[in-house]
């Protein structure tokens, strides 16, 4: 098993982040990124926990065991700390927990909004993919009051489809890969900067 230099470790919580996240991975290698690029979907709860057991089981991995591995930390739907929903991860007691595993970079993407956010910035396609023609006065009107998710979740139903970002990898699937991720990228410039610094595409 050949070894590699550098890792760049994503963790994502949700289907629809990894299939996004994924998408973007063959953007960026398709621009030359020469960093090994791995895509980890965990569950919403014992983040810490669950990405200390991800990196031991990497550097148990005889492909990986010598690596520079960086690792981003996706972090969506900030707002519900805010209206406390849920604990704030203490991110400087993480990062030393992970010391032990050599990390030589880590980072967090930090989007205080949701993906299905980042999935709206291209909406003419996602209308598209769904097979729905909307004008920009009924999409006002469908949105108006609503979150980004519950946006995508009323488009699915138009078409007699469930959005499930967690488990719902079937129905999501064939849609999210028909979006223009180099849009999704643009418009998400400011959040996406400091990996693509990691990635040495800047």
Request: hydrophobic residues 35%.
């Amino acid at each position: 098993m050949s070894k590699i230099s550098d890792l760049c470790v994503i963790f994502v919580e949700g289907d629809a982040e990894e299939i996004l996240f994924n998408n973007l991975k063959k953007l960026y290698l398709s621009e030359g990124c020469r960093c090994d690029i791995k895509v980890i979907n965990m569950n919403t709860g014992g983040y810490a926990n669950q990405v200390a057991g991800k990196l031991r089981g990497l550097r148990q991995n005889e492909k990986y065991k010598d690596c520079n591995i960086r690792i981003v930390c996706c972090e969506y739907d900030t707002d519900v700390y805010e209206k406390l929903q849920r604990k704030k991860p203490n991110w400087i007691s993480l990062y030393k927990s992970w010391r032990k595993f050599h990390i030589e970079h880590c980072i967090r993407i930090e989007a205080k909004s949701s993906i299905e956010s980042w999935m709206l910035d291209d909406k003419d396609n996602l209308f598209k993919a769904l097979g729905l023609t909307i004008t920009e006065d009924e999409f006002s009107s469908l949105k108006k009051g609503k979150t980004s998710q519950n946006v995508v979740k009323a488009l699915f139903k138009r078409k007699s489809k469930i959005y499930d970002k967690y488990k719902g990898r079937k129905n999501i699937q064939p849609i999210i890969d028909n979006l223009d991720v180099s849009v999704i990228r643009k418009a998400r410039s400011r959040e996406l900067n400091e990996l693509e610094h990691l990635l040495r595409l800047k």
